[in-house]
């Protein structure tokens, strides 16, 4: 049959179709791909909208202060949570992160926004700034690097090109200070755009409230 009056017949039997798959329908002419059948891409759409689904479910899963009166990793610190104590995050960012109560919260929140990698790398640099040892000091700089700056880190944080390749040097000598300028880069990013976001948020008002309506 002729090219063009097997294009005729395939616009009457799917005419949603691309040119791109038109033309793998022909058999692949100039793309080298085969043939794929009409309802492909139902198929495709599905899978995307089952893969957002979850998303959406996951970002959601600690979006209310509800949530996380009922899960054990975080019940034990709102007992203990005064109201001043609360109320007390939102003057500083430094004062939620010197909270130990207020990282659990904070960390809880970055989780729906699928972030809690930017807190969990400076809580690495604040440990790492404890080590009494100078010998462990490349053992443990290289698993830093390793898994939040490399590019491609299993949780790699979101970090300049000048810094990172600056932290990288650094490890060649590994002392002490050897990540404050990429901590100093995370911690103003989380302070800028991620705190306005947990003080504005249902999950941190609803602790307010939570905790102005327990006893002290």
Not at 74 to 88: I, N, V
Not at 93 to 114: C, I, N, P, V, W
Not at 147 to 173: G, S
């Amino acid at each position: 049959m002729h090219q063009s009056t097997k294009l005729r017949s395939l616009s009457l039997s799917c005419p949603t179709r691309s040119a791109s798959e038109m033309d793998a329908a022909l058999g692949g002419h100039g793309t080298g791909k085969p043939a794929r059948p009409c309802g492909s891409n139902l198929g495709r759409s599905r899978g995307i909208r089952t893969h957002l689904s979850c998303l959406s479910q996951k970002s959601d899963s600690f979006s209310d202060f509800t949530s996380l009166q009922y899960d054990s990793k975080h019940s034990q610190a709102l007992k203990r949570l005064t109201p001043d104590e609360a109320r007390r995050w939102a003057r500083s960012f430094d004062l939620l992160l010197s909270h130990k109560y207020g990282r659990t919260m904070f960390r809880a929140f970055l989780q729906t926004e699928f972030s809690e990698e930017n807190l969990e790398f400076w809580v690495a640099c604040e440990e790492y700034r404890k080590t009494r040892s100078l010998n462990k000091l490349p053992a443990k700089a290289h698993h830093i690097f390793q898994e939040f700056i490399d590019v491609q880190a299993p949780r790699e944080v979101n970090l300049d090109y000048p810094t990172r390749e600056l932290t990288k040097r650094n490890l060649l000598h590994p002392t002490l200070s050897c990540f404050d300028l990429a901590q100093l880069r995370i911690h103003s990013l989380m302070e800028r755009d991620s705190y306005p976001r947990f003080l504005r948020s249902k999950m941190y008002n609803d602790l307010l409230s939570h905790t102005q309506k327990s006893p002290c």
